[in-house]
């Protein structure tokens, strides 16, 4: 059974950055695809960032070269960097773990079988 943990969330203005992590337990996540994902009061949930077991990176089109998803397979750790929040960035953010190394949707939350708990990420003057 694979576990993940997310860090990093906390209140930061507008401008500001974050980098979120996601620690995983369990087994070796060389070969799944990755995906962080987020999801504000009444909304559902949307697909942010993607990588999968090759590197390939898929970014949802509102946080493009404002959002980089990274990963560590040696630590078992992803990594979401977030430049020039917004507002409308304020969300719970949750990191995901596919059993697939590759998807054609990758910023589909069907594509993914764990997930963490999530962090808050709040945008605010």
């Known amino acids: 059974q694979l576990q993940l943990v997310e860090s990093g ?13 996601c620690a ?14 987020r999801q504000a009061p009444g909304k559902p949930r949307e697909g942010v960032a993607s990588i999968s077991g090759g ?8 946080v493009n070269g404002r959002f980089t998803i990274s990963r560590d397979n040696a630590k078992r750790t992803a990594y979401l960097q977030m430049n ?3 507002p409308e960035d304020t ?5 995901a773990v596919s059993l697939k190394y590759y998807s054609d949707s990758p910023l589909s939350r069907w594509e993914y079988e764990y997930w963490g ?9």
């Not at 995983?24 to 994902?37: K, M, N, Q, R, Y």
């Not at 708990?117 to 003057?125: H, K």
């Open 9 to 21: 969330g906390g209140l930061v203005q507008p401008g500001g950055s974050l980098k979120l992590s």
């Open 24 to 37: 995983a337990s369990g087994f070796p996540i060389d070969d799944h695809l990755i995906g962080w994902f």
């Open 91 to 95: 969300a719970t953010y949750y990191c």
């Open 84 to 86: 020039s929040l917004k």
């Open 117 to 125: 708990q999530g962090t808050q990420v709040t945008v605010s003057s």
């Open 55 to 62: 590197g390939e990176v898929n970014n949802e089109h509102s």
